[in-house]
């Protein structure tokens, strides 16, 4: 069997840019190589859906969940594909597209939620602003001004000294959880500043680096229905942060005994 890898690559950017066409055929470009390729019979599945055809992204979830019954973004996408109407090709919110990149982008649960009611009236795709306390970060939503959370301690550590130099994210409500009191947002790299060049948002470990291949990466689209489309559960990908490089600036990015400031 070839290296799927660069064919695994090329069919995470067509569907980052919504080319369908292109990202059913790459995928059965992988399929043909490996019949069981999961992530490959998901992102196929996710295509069909945006162009309609509904029947054939059944059909591959229900292959995905032949050689995983448990796997749960086929059977959430097999969900959201029933309630879908046959033949309607979804649009999308560009503003709300969820997609995470290794260094640039992550899937972040929020610590210190202050009320389950806080989550009762948030939705899917909201837009909030990050901002940067003595030691966390706190999350608040645009449209309120209200706080609904903050990031944790070695995430907001890193981002606090990263925005103070200048780096700018973009963060939206990914999902809401409230019988849970869950709440995760996606926070997406946007500009990276002169001082800041070469120092990732969201290191990966080494360990993370080898097991995983391009396909693991997170790829959701949050219709205008509000049913988002998984990809890859955001789970899975959310490990806790390497301990920074120690070639990196210990002034710039140093782990100081943190106070909890954020209220």
């Known amino acids: 069997m070839k290296n799927i890898a660069p064919l695994q690559q090329q069919a995470i950017e067509a569907a980052k840019s919504q080319d369908w066409s292109l990202a ?151 999902s809401v959880e409230p019988e849970e009191n869950v709440c995760k947002v996606h926070i997406q790299e946007t500009y990276v500043s002169e001082k800041n060049q070469g120092i990732t948002s969201f290191p990966i470990s080494n360990v993370q680096s080898d097991l995983l291949d391009p396909e693991l990466l997170s790829i959701e689209h949050k219709l205008k229905n509000d049913l988002p489309i998984e990809y890859f559960d955001e789970e899975d990908g959310d490990d806790d942060i390497e301990k920074i490089k120690e070639t990196e600036s210990d002034e710039e990015l140093s782990d100081d005994p943190l106070e909890d400031d954020e209220d």
Not at 78 to 100: D, T, V
Not at 131 to 148: C, D, M, R
């Open 24 to 174: 059913i055929n790459l995928n059965q470009d992988i399929l043909n190589e490996d019949p069981k390729n999961v992530g490959a019979l998901n992102r196929l599945a996710l295509a069909k859906m945006q162009i309609g055809q509904l029947k054939e992204a059944k059909q591959y979830l229900n292959q995905v969940l032949e050689l995983d019954k448990h796997n749960k973004v086929a059977l959430r996408n097999l969900e959201k594909a029933k309630k879908r109407k046959k033949g309607k090709i979804a649009q999308f919110n560009h503003s709300s597209s969820y997609i995470e990149e290794p260094g640039k982008a992550k899937i972040i649960s929020l610590i210190r939620i202050p009320d389950t009611k806080v989550l009762d009236n948030l939705t899917v795709g909201e837009s909030c602003l990050l901002e940067p306390k003595k030691s966390l970060v706190s999350v608040i939503l645009s449209s309120s001004q209200n706080y609904i959370g903050s990031l944790p301690q070695d995430i907001s550590s890193r981002l606090i000294r990263l925005i103070k130099q200048g780096n700018q994210y973009q963060c939206i409500i990914h």
